[in-house]
């Protein structure tokens, strides 16, 4: 009894006490889906999502919309020929059905090294077209329903603006050859394969450097007028933007004004903004960089929300949940610290600058 005397007493006198001191000035902490207007994503892995707690908890809490960071990759949805495995991205349906939130399927078709071993090996243009059809087929149709919208293509423009056409990458890794085996023209039959597949989905086309490659960003205007002229069916734009803090801000506003020009839908598919351009091996963030990383994270959301209609707004995904598991450093083999959580989940100045570009 006198614990609980105690405790009640206890509890009638602290929000008097905060009421004075700290309440008047404390704005409540806001999560990015409820300060935004438009879905806030973020691509996620599946095995992360069920293992870690924290993960999932600020998955749960900041987005509205989920995108699959490999697990709905060709690779891994058809390791083999013949064979669909939809495991690791039922855990992400399941996921985003029960916690009511959208998903974006990435990606049918790109030519890169993480579509399967089999589908490199096929040189002949007929076998090709056969089996992507029977793939977009296949998987839109086992997604109908599940996903609101799909990347049909990813990447086919190389920097010049052309339909890139290249065996090899740079250090001499096997790629999916679409432009010369398929043709020139492969992009816009895909694009019809997936609206037969799935009539309800929003077929996007996924890029990423409009900002910084003017020639590409006036490629991809230039097919979706094509598109439009033709009646090929597409409704939006994927930008990735994986920028860095030194990304001039007039090209992240013509790439998002040219795309809006369209008229389709504008989708930041893959945000992260990087503090170590240089790729120094020895790079620790200062609180300089942060703050530089703050101002891009808040010119890119506030630009977005200004430039692009809001009927247009299809959302901003930022690509991972936290410095800790985001692809950068793997990829550019140098420490970064690229999104607005870091490590251990704690909202980093970068968080405040999207809120900030919300307002
Ligand atoms: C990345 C994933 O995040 C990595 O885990 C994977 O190893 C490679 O692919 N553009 C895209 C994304 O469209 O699919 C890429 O995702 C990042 C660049």
């Given at each position: 009894?006198?614990?609980l005397?105690?405790?009640?007493?206890?509890a009638?006198?602290?929000?008097f006490?905060?009421?004075?001191?700290?309440?008047?000035?404390?704005?409540?902490?806001?999560?990015?889906?409820?300060?935004?207007?438009?879905?806030i994503?973020?691509?996620?892995?599946?095995?992360?999502?069920?293992?870690?707690?924290?993960?999932r908890?600020?998955?749960t809490?900041e987005?509205?919309s989920?995108?699959?960071d490999?697990?709905?990759?060709?690779?891994?949805?058809?390791?083999?020929?013949?064979?669909?495995?939809?495991g690791?991205?039922?855990?992400l349906?399941?996921?985003?059905?029960?916690?009511?939130?959208?998903?974006h399927?990435?990606?049918l078709?790109?030519?890169?090294?993480?579509s399967p071993a089999?589908?490199?090996?096929?040189?002949?243009?007929?076998?090709?077209?056969?089996?992507?059809k029977t793939?977009i087929?296949?998987?839109?149709?086992?997604?109908?329903?599940?996903?609101?919208?799909?990347d049909?293509?990813?990447?086919?423009?190389?920097?010049?603006?052309?339909?890139?056409?290249?065996?090899?990458?740079?250090?001499?890794k096997?790629?999916?050859?679409?432009?010369?085996i398929?043709?020139?023209?492969?992009?816009?039959?895909?694009?019809?394969?997936?609206r037969?597949?799935d009539?309800?989905?929003?077929?996007?086309?996924?890029?990423?450097?409009?900002?910084t490659?003017?020639?590409?960003l006036?490629a991809?205007?230039?097919?979706?007028?094509d598109?439009?002229?033709?009646?090929?069916?597409?409704?939006?734009?994927?930008?990735?933007?994986?920028?860095?803090?030194?990304?001039?801000?007039?090209?992240?506003?013509?790439a998002?004004r040219?795309?809006?020009?369209?008229g389709?839908l504008?989708?930041?598919?893959?945000?992260?903004?990087?503090?170590?351009?240089?790729?120094?091996?020895?790079?620790?963030?200062t609180?300089?960089?942060?703050?530089k990383?703050?101002?891009?994270?808040?010119?890119?959301?506030?630009?977005?929300?200004?430039v692009?209609?809001?009927?247009?707004?299809f959302?901003i995904?930022?690509?991972?949940?936290?410095?800790?598991?985001?692809?950068?450093?793997?990829?550019?083999?140098?420490p970064?610290?690229?999104?607005?959580?870091?490590?251990?989940?704690?909202?980093?100045?970068?968080?405040?600058?999207f809120?900030?570009?919300?307002?």
């Amino acid at each position: 009894m006198k614990s609980l005397f105690f405790f009640t007493g206890l509890a009638c006198l602290v929000p008097f006490a905060f009421h004075l001191d700290e309440r008047p000035s404390a704005a409540p902490a806001q999560t990015l889906q409820e300060a935004s207007p438009f879905p806030i994503g973020f691509a996620i892995n599946p095995a992360t999502l069920q293992r870690n707690a924290a993960y999932r908890q600020t998955v749960t809490q900041e987005v509205n919309s989920l995108t699959a960071d490999v697990a709905m990759k060709p690779s891994r949805i058809s390791p083999q020929k013949g064979v669909y495995d939809f495991g690791k991205a039922a855990i992400l349906i399941d996921f985003a059905q029960a916690q009511k939130k959208r998903v974006h399927g990435h990606a049918l078709v790109w030519f890169i090294d993480t579509s399967p071993a089999w589908l490199k090996q096929i040189r002949d243009s007929t076998e090709l077209e056969n089996t992507l059809k029977t793939y977009i087929q296949t998987v839109g149709t086992h997604f109908k329903g599940k996903v609101a919208s799909w990347d049909v293509v990813n990447e086919a423009f190389n920097d010049q603006g052309g339909i890139r056409t290249d065996s090899l990458n740079k250090s001499g890794k096997t790629l999916l050859n679409l432009g010369k085996i398929l043709g020139q023209d492969y992009v816009a039959r895909m694009f019809q394969y997936a609206r037969a597949a799935d009539p309800n989905a929003r077929l996007f086309y996924n890029e990423y450097g409009q900002e910084t490659r003017p020639a590409k960003l006036a490629a991809v205007v230039a097919m979706v007028t094509d598109f439009k002229r033709r009646g090929i069916p597409i409704n939006g734009l994927g930008l990735q933007m994986h920028i860095n803090i030194d990304t001039p801000d007039s090209g992240i506003e013509e790439a998002l004004r040219k795309s809006a020009e369209t008229g389709l839908l504008v989708h930041i598919s893959e945000l992260d903004i990087a503090l170590n351009p240089g790729k120094k091996k020895d790079f620790s963030a200062t609180p300089e960089l942060l703050e530089k990383q703050y101002q891009k994270y808040k010119f890119v959301v506030s630009t977005y929300k200004k430039v692009v209609p809001a009927p247009q707004q299809f959302g901003i995904t930022l690509w991972g949940v936290d410095d800790g598991t985001s692809w950068i450093p793997g990829y550019c083999q140098c420490p970064d610290y690229v999104l607005p959580f870091d490590a251990t989940f704690a909202k980093k100045r970068a968080h405040q600058g999207f809120l900030d570009g919300l307002k």
